[in-house]
């Protein structure tokens, strides 16, 4: 994968590698901000140039077309940590970090009730949009909030019963409103 272009110019990114089906795939504009003020100018963009945006994680459940004409966007928030407060920590996690590295460092810290959700390809992203689980337990159960970010640029925090989970959905399927920047775990 390569540059990108904001400016309206087509540069053409091959994202054969973007997807574990490794379906070819091109697209014209692709970008993996990896600040929030890099994800806010390519969302500005997109919507003055009125380019459709396909998001992307870390490729898994993803069926690309052969040519995206818009914007793919894979957002590389790979920031997180750890707050404490008392017995309590949240774990506060951009969207871009690999959910099985986050299980597996949560596991180091000793911080448990993730680690049924170990080895689910993707991103922390992403997660929300499909409601992850495994062996009992799904993201819904371990999410406090899930931190986005809207067309305008406005971002804001949704907290669990706004995300509208339930088995394997939530309110980000199929969703061009809002883009996930940020889960906060408890």
């Known amino acids: 994968m390569g540059a990108d272009s904001l400016d309206g110019a087509s540069v053409w990114v091959d994202l054969t590698t ?7 795939c091109q697209a014209a504009r692709y970008i993996a901000p990896t600040t929030l ?12 140039h009125q380019w459709p945006i396909t998001l992307l994680g870390g490729g898994s ?26 017995d309590d920590v949240t774990a506060y996690v951009g969207a871009g970090v ?18 049924n959700l170990a080895l689910i390809p993707g991103d922390c992203g992403a997660a929300p949009v499909q ?6 337990v799904e993201f819904a159960d ?5 931190q986005v970010i809207d067309g305008d640029g406005n971002e804001f925090w949704l907290g669990r019963d706004e995300c509208a989970f339930a088995y394997r959905r939530s309110r980000f399927q199929g969703s061009r409103e809002e883009t996930i ?3 906060r775990l408890n």
């Open 18 to 24: 973007a997807n574990t089906l490794r379906l070819p």
């Open 37 to 48: 003020s890099s994800l806010q100018a390519a969302l500005y963009s997109a919507r003055i």
């Open 61 to 86: 459940n993803v069926l690309l077309p052969p040519t995206l004409h818009g914007m793919a966007l894979r957002p590389a928030l790979r920031h997180w940590w750890l707050e404490r407060s008392g």
């Open 98 to 115: 690999s959910w099985h590295a986050l299980v597996m460092a949560l596991a180091t810290h000793g911080l448990w009730g993730v680690e």
């Open 131 to 136: 409601n992850i689980g495994a062996y009992g």
């Open 142 to 146: 371990v999410v406090d909030a899930v």
């Open 181 to 183: 920047i940020a889960v």
